[in-house]
């Protein structure tokens, strides 16, 4: 698969000094009109991964979107390309939830009026039911609503690719749905969504493809039920699992115990 506009990422090193999280990492094309899940285990390197697409770890390696090279391009120019929703949620902002998404808007390259920015901010909450929230500030919210609003934050510039870092992990159910729906719609538009998930059965109800890691390798890639097998379950979570669908088609992950340990 070729598609035009495609995330293509090949060759990709990141680490932290000399601590290499990922070495040599190419990833299949992740073609727009898709949410892909990335999966794996805790310390795999998902949130370091997301972080280089962004630029916001240095990273060695090629990172394009369609033919357009995002490591040689500015900050402000890859901004616009590409959103990011990190894992971690500023707590103690005195900024409103306003204020904070504007100043993020601003930041682009090619920053259009105040007006057309605060409408931009404006949609994105509503498009999460959360518009009231707009003169909030982020020390005022709980912690599901600091999630939404940062949500918001990425969204808010129509990137083509969009970037979230277990963006469902502080919500309840009605809202995990809503996020994913959102997530879906935004990537049918023709756009790219890359998501970190833990929940695997979320994330094979909601993405087209997955991701799975291990160590920061590729360890498996496809639909979720190529990607997600008994085989790749106990290799890169070292656990002895079923993977069925249940009456609706969805499928469901069943962990009957530790690879060599107790139940
Ligand atoms: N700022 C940092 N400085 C040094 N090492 C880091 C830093 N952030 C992450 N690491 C290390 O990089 C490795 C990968 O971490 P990363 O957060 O990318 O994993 P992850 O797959 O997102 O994990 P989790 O599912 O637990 O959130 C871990 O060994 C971690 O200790």
Redesign the pocket.
């Given at each position: 698969m070729t598609e035009a506009g495609a995330l293509l990422v090949s060759g990709l090193a990141v680490?932290?000094?000399r601590?290499m999280?990922a070495r040599d990492l190419t990833l299949p094309p992740l073609a727009p009109g898709e949410v892909t899940a990335l999966v794996?285990?805790?310390?795999?390197?998902?949130?370091?991964?997301l972080k280089a697409l962004a630029g916001l770890v240095p990273a060695e390696g090629s990172i394009r979107l369609g033919d357009v090279d995002l490591r040689a391009l500015s900050r402000g120019k890859r901004a616009e390309l590409v959103g990011f929703m990190p894992?971690t949620l500023p707590s103690s902002s005195d900024l409103t939830v306003l204020e904070g998404m504007m100043a993020a808007l601003r930041a682009g390259a090619a920053p259009a009026g105040h007006g057309a920015l605060e409408e931009r901010a404006v949609a994105a909450l509503d498009s999460l039911e959360v518009g009231p929230l707009a003169l909030k500030t982020f020390a005022e919210l709980s912690g599901g609503q600091r999630q939404i609003a940062s949500l918001a934050q990425a969204v808010a510039r129509r990137p083509r690719l969009l970037l979230l870092?277990?963006p469902t992990s502080a919500l309840d159910l009605a809202r995990q749905h809503q996020v994913m729906a959102l997530a879906r719609a935004y990537a049918r538009e023709g756009r790219i969504v890359v998501a970190?998930l833990?929940d695997l059965a979320l994330a094979a109800s909601w993405a087209d493809r997955m991701v799975v890691?291990s160590e920061g390798r590729l360890h498996a890639f496809g639909r979720p039920d190529e990607a997600l097998t008994p085989g790749t379950l106990a290799t890169v979570y070292g656990v002895e699992a079923r993977v069925e669908r249940c009456s609706r088609g969805r499928l469901q992950v069943i962990v009957d115990g530790l690879i060599g340990g107790a139940a």
């Open positions: 680490g932290y000094g601590r999280v794996g285990p805790n310390a795999a390197g998902k949130s370091t991964i894992q870092d277990e970190v833990h890691l």
